[in-house]
């Protein structure tokens, strides 16, 4: 879970503004949540008819909300390649890579695993700590649920 800290204070000349904590952080996630916050907001107002907006203000408006899809677009595959870097890097490092509650979880990996930040492919070698069993599961010379076994 994400958190960005932040309070409203006010200018000098008495707008309010948004102003981060002191030790915030300058992570992608918190740029692409503002981005996608922006997109869908915009695009809501750009799609709710109750707003009575000029036709040039519906026109640049729309065009702000293409650039900000594309742009959002692009910030989510940046991220989502990252999560692969993460996830490689874990195959490497980690004791296992990805936790689950029982061995019916286990079983029911989809090929892409999202797992606190990370994003695995269901692959040899890739090892899954089972709470239930609390047990260390592999799967070894194959992807399917006959492949898993016990780590030692």
Avoid: W
Avoid at 42 to 54: E, H, Q
Avoid at 85 to 110: A, P, R, W
Avoid at 123 to 136: C, Y
């Amino acid at each position: 879970m994400y958190k960005i800290e932040y309070e409203i204070d006010l200018n000098d000349e008495g707008r309010p503004y948004i102003k981060l904590s002191e030790d915030s952080e300058d992570r992608p996630e918190d740029k692409f949540l503002v981005v996608e916050f922006t997109s869908l907001i915009l695009n809501n107002i750009l799609n709710n008819r109750k707003y009575d907006l000029t036709d040039e203000t519906t026109k640049q408006l729309s065009v702000c909300c293409t650039i900000l899809n594309q742009l959002s677009d692009q910030m989510a595959s940046l991220l989502r390649d990252n999560m692969f870097v993460i996830g490689e890097t874990s195959m490497v490092f980690d004791k296992y890579q990805v936790k689950v509650n029982t061995l019916d979880e286990l079983y029911h990996l989809k090929d892409e695993i999202f797992y606190i930040g990370k994003l695995l492919k269901k692959q040899i070698g890739l090892k899954i700590f089972v709470e239930s069993e609390n047990k260390i599961f592999e799967f070894k010379d194959g992807i399917n649920n006959e492949n898993i076994v016990e780590f030692n």
